[in-house]
């Protein structure tokens, strides 16, 4: 028994998840009484979310049902980069709230750095913006990922292609 046993570390999330999430954070909007006449726009892009509304309160409330109906669906928190906010025209207030995919470098080196120090029988290689975790048994995999669980990275960590 000579073969190597592998998984993917990466750092994605559920797209349809996602557009349902805007979807249900768009209802609530205009079913909520606070809410209903501030003209308020959510707006699911390829690689962000566009938020306007009239002031700085609103937009406090519209993060809030968010996280909430995110969380509901299982996508994690860190996803989100929330960036500045920004005067629009009439009184009016937009925020681009990024969405997080795949593992920077720094991140990477982070994360193989912690498996080579802690793990002398496994090996940690950065391919992209994924890390590939090998070792000749799945108890140590297993045991790398436990540990993995217990860090806390600035980006959400999925375990892929166990093999």
């Known amino acids: 028994m000579a073969s190597n046993y592998s998984f993917d570390i990466v750092s994605e999330f559920d797209r349809q998840e996602l557009v349902n ?6 209802r609530e909007i205009k079913g ?3 809410l209903k006449d ?3 726009t959510v707006e699911l892009g390829e690689q962000s979310i566009d938020v306007s509304t009239d002031s700085e309160f609103t937009l406090d409330s519209v993060h809030n049902i968010l996280r909430e109906k995110a969380a509901k669906r299982n996508l994690s928190q860190k996803i989100f980069d929330f960036g500045k ?3 629009a025209s009439g009184n009016r207030v937009r925020q681009e709230i990024k969405l997080k995919k795949g593992i920077n470098q720094e991140v990477a080196k982070q ?4 498996i080579r120090d802690e793990f ?3 090996q940690a ?3 992209g913006d994924a890390v590939r975790v090998t070792a000749k048994s799945k108890d140590e995999l297993q045991t790398v990922i436990q540990r993995l669980k217990q860090e806390d990275f ?3 960590l999925q375990f892929t292609n166990y093999r």
Do not use: G, H, N
């Open 85 to 87: 906010v920004e005067s």
């Open 21 to 26: 999430t805007v979807d249900q954070v768009v």
């Open 111 to 114: 994360i193989s750095k912690l």
């Open 154 to 156: 600035p980006v959400a």
């Open 32 to 34: 909520r009484y606070d």
């Open 120 to 122: 002398k029988k496994v």
């Open 125 to 127: 290689s950065i391919q």
């Open 38 to 40: 501030t003209a308020t």
